[in-house]
């Protein structure tokens, strides 16, 4: 029996027939690969096939562009604000170049390769523009006086006037200075220490310090005159009886007839010329028996001198709100939560050591 041959074998039962010479029509085969491994012969007419390329990332021109423009601009902007140049940054041109710098923001937007840049410096200029920046400068001028854009040479020479605007330099020079009302506020609360010590047995707390801030001279710019404000003194013991609180203030009046000073004089009683209103919110009631506070006052006009003297009730309190002011300032300065208080000002005063060089300069304000 002869076996019937299937007709697309090769010369090997099971083996395809090899390719006709030059390969099939249309066949593709690349150059490597497992042929190539194999040892077969590249077909004609193969097609290669290599990756495409990575896609490159490129930083866009007019992005940067944008960036470094709003840069500058709000460089420029703070730089006129430090100067105190806040007419400057309202002005016309910078409101053009601030449309010129969005213009170039906004094409940066609109082109992919720019958009993050665009999108930062548009945060920016946000945050940095005429109308913000604008206003930082008019909030610090306002603070400091520092209105240079503006002022005059006239204006800038009043503003280094050395005196207050009003107060005769004649009294300044022939007054108290700071040091003599230093001195003379030491020695009248010393007085009344010991006066009140010697009645009714009161131990004392000294608290604070002793500030001395320079006045503003009413055209815009710093006197040579200063503010003084002494160290407190507050008693140890509370004194809540009404009655107690008379013979107090009778005990200090006394202390002040001996120095030539007026008698104190109560600012916590409507009769002060303090509304009935004013004289509740300030002192917790227009009725001293349920005030909290009792505030009284003496000077040395024409001299600078003023002495205040307090008493503190907290048994008048009775929503509280008082007691933790005065635990505040009693964590802060360590003085007693209530008691009496003694304190002196002093306003417009000259410091000996200034004398000589605030007549020197007097010389350029002639009239003044």
């Known amino acids: 029996m002869v076996e019937q041959r299937n007709a697309y074998l090769g010369g090997a039962d099971g083996a395809p027939p090899l390719p006709p010479p030059g390969g099939y029509h249309g066949a593709r085969r690349a150059s490597t690969g497992l042929d190539a491994a194999a040892g077969l012969i590249p077909a004609s007419g193969e097609v290669s096939y290599a990756a495409p390329d990575a896609e490159k990332k490129t930083v866009s021109v007019l992005g940067l562009v944008a960036l470094s423009a709003t840069v500058l601009f709000v460089l420029v902007l703070l730089l006129l604000m430090g100067a105190g140049g806040t007419d400057a940054v309202y002005g016309a041109s910078m409101i053009v170049l601030q449309f010129v710098v969005i213009g170039v923001i906004v094409a940066a937007l609109l082109t992919p390769a720019g958009r993050m840049l ?55 020079l022939n007054g108290p200075s700071l040091e003599d009302v230093q001195a003379e506020g030491d020695e009248l609360m010393a007085q009344v220490r010991r006066r009140l010590t010697d009645e009714y ?14 006045e503003r001279n009413g055209y815009g710019g710093e006197s040579m005159l200063r503010r003084y404000t002494s160290t407190v003194w507050t008693t140890e013991q509370p004194v809540r009886d009404d009655q107690r609180k008379r013979n107090v203030m009778r005990a200090i009046d ?3 007839d001996q120095r030539g000073m007026p008698r104190l004089y109560p600012l916590n009683e409507t009769g002060s010329g303090i509304s009935d209103d004013m004289v509740a919110k300030l002192y917790g009631s ?5 005030q909290h506070t009792w505030e009284y006052y003496s000077d040395t006009y024409p001299e600078p001198l003023r002495f205040y003297a307090y ?3 907290l048994s008048n309190d009775p929503t509280g709100e008082f007691r933790q002011q005065r635990e505040a300032l009693s964590k802060q300065d360590g003085e007693p939560l209530e008691g009496v208080q003694l304190v002196v000002f002093a306003r417009q005063v000259l410091p000996e050591a200034d004398r000589a060089e605030y007549q020197e300069r007097l010389g350029d304000y002639p009239g003044f």
């Open 118 to 172: 665009g999108a930062i410096a548009l945060a920016v200029t946000l945050v940095f523009n005429v109308a913000t920046v604008g206003a930082m400068g008019a909030l610090r001028s306002a603070a400091t006086h520092a209105y240079d854009g503006t002022k005059t040479e006239k204006q800038k020479h009043e503003e280094a006037y050395p005196g207050v605007k009003g107060v005769p330099n004649y009294d300044v």
């Open 201 to 214: 047995g009161y131990t004392w707390v000294q608290s604070g310090a002793v500030d001395i801030s320079p």
């Open 254 to 256: 006394q202390v002040l």
């Open 286 to 290: 227009s009725d001293p028996a349920r």
């Open 311 to 313: 008493v503190y009730d």
